[in-house]
């Protein structure tokens, strides 16, 4: 099946969609573990991030995630080469 610029764009669509239902996700579980919204909210993005497009987190990412590693854990959200 060739990639048209039609096709390209729902496959873009559906992935921001997508994406965005896995943060909302991923914050969720963080909130309820005890992480502060604000650092759930980027802790999140960036685990969201790695498992959709293996986008390694930034140094302000991986000093949260270290911060609040034991409740990332408690949420399931913990990547081995999350910090590599």
Do not use: N
Not at 4 to 31: M, R
Not at 61 to 78: D, G, M, T
């Amino acid at each position: 099946m060739a990639m048209t610029p039609a096709l390209l764009a729902s496959l873009e669509i559906d992935t921001a969609d997508y994406f965005k239902q896995i943060g909302i996700t991923y914050w969720q579980k963080l909130v309820r573990e005890g992480v502060p919204r604000r650092e759930a909210c980027t802790i999140a993005a960036a685990i969201a991030k790695f498992d959709l497009f293996e986008r390694s987190p930034s140094s302000e990412q991986k000093r949260l995630i270290s911060q609040f590693s034991p409740l990332v854990c408690r949420a399931q959200l913990w990547r081995s080469h999350l910090l590599l």
